[in-house]
């Protein structure tokens, strides 16, 4: 073995950085139409929020 260590240090450094991509992703165990459906409902609320202030606004001048 000429290359002593490399490899093993080379695979160590190449799961580390696998990791580190994959580190933000689908860290809530939800499926992409769960979190589209969730997404979706919280769009609706703020959304209502918003026209309920615009309306409340507007009853004011």
């Known amino acids: 073995m ?3 260590n490399q ?3 080379a695979r ?3 799961q580390k950085k696998q990791a580190e991509q994959t580190k933000g992703k689908r860290t809530d165990g939800m499926t992409v139409e769960q ?3 969730r997404e979706f409902l919280s769009m ?3 959304q209502k929020k918003k026209d309920e202030e615009a ?3 507007g ?3």
Request: proline share 0%; aromatic share 0%.
């Open 59 to 61: 009853k004011s001048k």
């Open 12 to 14: 160590a450094k190449n």
């Open 7 to 9: 490899r093993d240090l």
């Open 35 to 37: 979190r589209k459906a």
């Open 55 to 57: 309306a409340a606004a």
């Open 2 to 4: 000429t290359r002593g």
């Open 44 to 46: 609706r609320e703020k």
